[in-house]
């Protein structure tokens, strides 16, 4: 289902998106749903720690119905669950249920893509259909990526069927972390520049880019390097 129609739902919603993550005005009251009306009837309502409904509305309660495949959206950096609510909202005119994987950019992409695995192991106990799809961006993007490698899948369970896309996750690094390469630069700080510009920016994640991935991986970094939702 997702298929024919998921890389122009993906561009027109995170247009849509940018706007809304830009705007620093309070939300209204309305935006803080999702109007299901066109999906199947919720049978479960679930409270999972590091997922929410894609709304910043302090409920945290997920409405879903267990016999539907899911989309689990994860954030990028200094983003929320909030600022993927249209693209939820896009994925429920469509009849596809949707979350949003919520997490501390300021933790390690270990200890992120590790609350990433247990959240979607406790989600799975409860599903009957077990097909999902995780849809990173950014430092999501990276998250994810880390959290399907060989490596780090085997907490999940093994009927899970998984997939990943990610969008514009940097996973060359970013051009503010350029310098921390340099050996003067190494030099002059006696070393420390390394651990401070692990503390500050993202460097090259070459590790789980060679680590392969356990799931079906579509990645829409080239196509979508425009959208930044909130870098």
């Known amino acids: 289902m997702i298929g024919e129609w998921l890389g122009k739902a993906v561009v027109l919603a995170c247009i849509i998106t940018a706007a809304g993550c830009a705007s620093t005005s309070e939300v209204p009251p309305e935006l803080d749903h999702i109007d299901n009306t066109s999906l199947p009837?919720?049978?479960l309502a679930l409270n999972i720690s590091g997922l929410w409904p894609c709304?910043?509305?302090p409920d945290r309660t997920l409405h879903l119905n267990s016999t539907q495949p899911i989309v689990v959206l994860a954030h990028g950096c200094l983003a929320s669950a909030g600022c993927f609510r249209s693209l939820a909202q896009v994925f429920?005119?469509?009849e596809q249920q949707s979350i949003c994987f919520s997490y501390d950019d300021r933790d390690s992409l270990t200890v992120s893509a590790t609350q990433l695995v247990t959240a979607l192991d406790e989600l799975a106990s409860h599903m009957n259909n077990l097909q999902a799809t995780v849809i990173g961006h950014s430092q999501?993007?990276?998250i994810a990526r880390n959290a399907f490698t060989n490596e780090r899948i085997q907490p999940l369970g093994a009927d899970l069927?998984?997939?990943l896309v990610t969008i514009s996750s940097p996973y060359a690094g970013v051009a503010a972390a350029d310098h921390c390469a340099l050996p003067f630069a190494r030099a002059v700080s006696l070393g420390l520049v390394v651990?401070?510009?692990?503390?500050i920016t993202i460097l090259q994640q070459k590790d789980i880019m060679r680590a392969p991935p356990a799931v079906k991986t579509v990645a829409l970094n080239a196509l979508l390097n425009m959208l930044y939702l909130t870098e």
């Open 195 to 199: 651990p401070i510009c692990k503390l």
């Open 92 to 94: 429920a005119f469509h």
């Open 41 to 43: 009837a919720a049978d």
């Open 55 to 57: 709304t910043d509305n």
């Open 161 to 163: 069927d998984l997939r």
């Open 140 to 142: 999501g993007g990276l």
